[in-house]
């Protein structure tokens, strides 16, 4: 499992930093974040979730089935849009509201 960090669509917030509990994400010289240390990452996926620009991809692991598919999600005030996308780009959607998500 590993965070990849798209440098073209990263729009230069800093919320990924910010709420990496392992402070693994920097900015670099051109205000993008990069993942400092990738092998250190936890899979917690809080970058993901804070990412408004949908640049922060979560590839999952063979061990969990994963073969080259990936978690990426649509941040909006309501509702968080997880993708999973499959290497033949096939598209999975799970709808969670932020509002109901920690009722429990």
Same mark, same amino acid.
């Given at each position: 499992?590993?965070?990849?960090?798209?440098p073209?669509? #990263?729009?230069?917030?800093?919320?990924c930093?910010? =709420?990496?509990?392992?402070?693994?994400?920097?900015?670099? %010289?051109? +205000?993008?974040?990069v993942?400092?240390?990738?092998?250190?990452?936890?899979?917690?996926?809080? #970058?993901?979730?804070?990412?408004?620009?949908?640049? =922060?991809?979560y590839?999952?692991?063979?061990?969990?089935? %994963?073969? +080259?598919s990936?978690?990426?999600?649509?941040?909006?005030?309501?509702?968080?849009?997880?993708y999973?996308?499959?290497?033949?780009?096939?598209?999975?959607?799970?709808?969670?509201?932020?509002?109901?998500?920690?009722?429990?």
């Amino acid at each position: 499992m590993s965070i990849k960090i798209d440098p073209d669509k #990263c729009i230069s917030c800093g919320r990924c930093s910010n =709420v990496c509990p392992g402070n693994l994400i920097e900015l670099n %010289g051109a +205000g993008k974040a990069v993942m400092k240390y990738p092998a250190e990452c936890w899979g917690c996926t809080a #970058c993901l979730k804070e990412c408004p620009s949908g640049a =922060v991809r979560y590839y999952l692991g063979a061990d969990i089935g %994963g073969k +080259g598919s990936y978690l990426c999600t649509d941040n909006n005030q309501d509702w968080i849009d997880w993708y999973i996308v499959s290497p033949d780009k096939t598209r999975h959607h799970i709808r969670i509201s932020k509002k109901e998500s920690n009722k429990y």
